[in-house]
């Protein structure tokens, strides 16, 4: 990752990552690889060159399609809260966005599968992947509310949007042991673990209030 746009200038600089890191650890963010990859990837290309001055700050910031990449710290307690149960092979991410996320999971676990409903934003993400040289990465334009049966079962499936209620198809695309990490709810949202104990039963836990933007079915092309 040596060219200029990666490494960043002046506010997309490394020393602003720096700073962003600290501010992670005051929030309480502990997990030392998920603090490393934070630092050493380049936010400020999941952002339209307009915004770029602010990646580091610790803010969503709007991408287009009236969605927004998801605030650093964020993306911090949910890799952190995945990967708490140990190292994770076969991910399934669902609301690829920006990419930011896809590519923070893809440098920490084996192989990372995400869906997005918005064919453009794909577009744009699947071209960062390739800037940054991430290879695990494997992309599909569909509802992901449906998860992606095909490539079922993950031991990790991380939701970006939020659903008002858990879809089914997500926890039956669980592995045993398995791991679902998903913001639930409208206008008051948390977001929630759930661990597939064995095959009937999930064990939930409630992390933390959080604001994401709606699960929606269907697809935009
Ligand atoms: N992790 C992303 C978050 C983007 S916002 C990032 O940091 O950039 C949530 C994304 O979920 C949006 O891109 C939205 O289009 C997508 N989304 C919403 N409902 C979806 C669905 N049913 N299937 C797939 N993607 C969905």
Avoid at 55 to 64: C, G, K, N, R, V
Avoid at 114 to 129: G, M, N, T, Y
């Amino acid at each position: 990752m040596n060219d200029i746009r990666l490494q960043g200038i002046g506010m997309t600089s490394r020393r602003t990552r720096d700073r962003l890191i600290v501010r992670l650890r005051e929030q309480n963010i502990q997990d030392e690889k998920v603090l490393a990859v934070i630092k050493e990837t380049p936010r400020h290309i999941f952002i339209d060159e307009a915004l770029a001055h602010r990646a580091y700050e610790d803010t969503a910031l709007p991408i287009s399609f009236n969605q927004t990449i998801s605030q650093p710290y964020i993306v911090a307690k949910m890799t952190e809260v995945l990967l708490a149960g140990g190292p994770l092979k076969h991910v399934l991410e669902v609301g690829t966005g920006s990419g930011y996320q896809t590519a923070i999971l893809a440098q920490l676990v084996e192989q990372v599968f995400s869906v997005e409903r918005i064919k453009p934003l794909q577009d744009k993400a699947r071209h960062r992947f390739r800037q940054m040289g991430l290879k695990n990465i494997r992309l599909q334009h569909t509802d992901g509310g449906m998860g992606w049966s095909s490539k079922a079962p993950f031991d990790g499936i991380m939701v970006t949007a939020a659903p008002q209620e858990i879809p089914e198809e997500l926890l039956a695309q669980l592995a045993i042991g398995g791991r679902l990490v998903i913001p639930v709810g409208q206008e008051q949202q948390q977001l929630k673990l759930v661990v597939r104990v064995n095959v009937r039963d999930y064990d939930t836990r409630i992390i933390e209030n959080v604001r994401f933007v709606p699960l929606l079915a269907g697809t935009i092309q």
